[in-house]
């Protein structure tokens, strides 16, 4: 599976063959380099650690410098694996820049969706809130009745009600590469990723491809 670690830059447009606009999102994708590669042999699975985002080698602790040293490569903050089906082609201290993909892949990207607090049932769930008249004053935004009273006599669990909203890993599936531009490291994928600005983000293949028309 082909992947590459990178950070969320920002939305913008773009105009495709037919003059149409088309909303990306900007990627700050690499380089990343290969820190580890594992294999059913050793490990029981395959699967490739790579490693972004370079910090001052005081910022790491002494394992992860050594697991680095291992590799020759940078120290690093950020790491992730890969899975793959077959054994892995790439070595220790392989360079992944952002043309490991081309314009008109299918892609998948996590992140950390933006932390909201804690938040209503309005803003987290889209309740419509209660009536805004007859007297209600301090109901509008409540979540109203979430069960019945003598049986079974307590709310079903999974019920939903104001809570945590957002701060969870999300993948936002099928997205198609707009953009690609390996001098500069960016990578535009067509529509909203999860996180803010500056956020880290894991792109890798699609998972379920679109079909394709007839």
Wanted: hydrophobic share 35%; net charge positive; charged share 25%.
């Amino acid at each position: 599976m082909r992947g590459i670690l990178g950070r969320k830059v920002g939305m913008t447009q773009l105009f495709d063959e037919s003059g149409a606009v088309v909303p990306v999102t900007i990627i700050e994708a690499g380089p990343c380099y290969v820190t580890q590669v594992k294999n059913v042999d050793t490990d029981g699975y395959n699967a490739v650690q790579i490693g972004f985002d370079e910090v001052p080698e005081r910022k790491l602790t002494k394992g992860e410098r050594g697991h680095l040293s291992k590799a020759t490569a940078p120290t690093l903050r950020e790491l992730r694996e890969l899975r793959y089906v077959n054994a892995p082609t790439y070595g220790l201290g392989d360079v992944i820049k952002a043309d490991v993909f081309q314009e008109g892949d299918w892609v998948d990207v996590e992140g950390v969706s933006k932390g909201h607090g804690f938040s209503g049932g309005v803003k987290r769930h889209g309740f419509s809130g209660g009536p805004k008249t007859h007297g209600q004053s301090d109901r509008h935004r409540a979540v109203g009745s979430r069960g019945a009273g003598t049986t079974p006599g307590h709310t079903w669990p999974g019920a939903r009600a104001p809570g945590q909203f957002g701060n969870v890993r999300t993948t936002v599936q099928s997205l198609k590469v707009a953009l690609v531009d390996a001098e500069r490291n960016l990578i535009a994928v067509r529509g909203a990723i999860p996180g803010p600005r500056n956020g880290l983000v894991l792109v890798h293949d699609a998972v379920k491809k679109p079909a394709k028309k007839a």
